[in-house]
C-alpha cells in the first residue's frame, strides 16, 4: 500500500476500453468499503456497494457514458469517472492506496474538459461526502441534500452543479 503523506501519484488519463470493467468494478468495490469507513456507516456500506458489481452491466454503462481512467506508471488503472453526455456525472472512484494523491482531481480535469469540448453548460452530480470536498475545489456549489437508503443505511448526499464556459 502507498504511503498517502507522498504527495501527488503520476498518472495517464485515457478513455474507457471495454478490458477495463473488470479493474473499474474493482475499484468501485474497493473505494467504497475501504475509503468509505471514514464518514460512513457500515450499514451504509452494504447498502451502497453489497458486492462487486456485474462487469458486463457496467461494461455497457461505461461505453454509454464519457469515461476516463486513470493508468500508473505500470498501465494499472488506478481510478475513473463516467459522465453522461448531458453533463451529469455519475462516478468518480480511486483505488484507496492513490486517494488523496491527486488521481480524482486530474480525472475530473480531463471530464471537464471533455464536457466544455462537447457543449455541455451545465455539470450536476448527487455527490457522496468524498465527492463533494472535490467538487467544491472545482467551484461547484450544493443545490440541495437528499437521504438515499432507508434506516439505519440512509446516506445523506448533495445535489451540486457547476455552470461551465462555452468551448472555444
Given at each position: ?118 457543449g455541455v453548460k451545465e455539470l450536476t452530480a ?43
Open positions: 500500500m502507498l504511503d498517502r503523506s507522498e504527495g501527488r501519484y503520476a498518472v495517464t488519463i485515457r478513455r474507457f476500453e471495454a478490458p477495463d470493467a473488470p479493474r473499474v468494478c474493482e475499484i468501485y468495490y474497493r473505494s467504497v468499503r475501504e475509503v468509505g469507513p471514514a464518514k460512513y456507516t457500515q450499514a451504509q456500506l452494504e447498502w451502497w456497494a453489497p458486492k462487486i458489481p456485474d462487469t458486463e452491466k457496467w461494461r455497457k454503462r461505461c461505453l454509454e457514458y464519457v469515461t476516463f481512467v486513470a493508468e500508473d506508471h505500470r498501465s494499472d488503472v488506478v481510478g475513473w469517472i463516467a459522465m453522461r453526455e448531458d453533463g451529469y456525472v455519475d462516478m468518480l472512484f480511486c483505488l484507496p492506496e492513490v486517494t488523496g494523491r491527486g488521481v480524482g482531481a486530474a480525472l475530473y480535469a480531463a471530464m471537464e474538459r471533455a464536457a466544455i469540448e462537447r448527487h455527490a457522496s461526502a468524498f465527492a463533494e470536498s472535490l467538487f467544491k475545489k472545482f467551484g461547484w456549489v450544493v443545490r440541495e441534500r437528499e437521504t438515499v437508503g432507508e434506516g439505519d443505511a440512509a446516506i445523506t448526499r448533495a445535489v451540486m452543479a457547476k455552470a461551465l464556459p462555452p468551448s472555444s
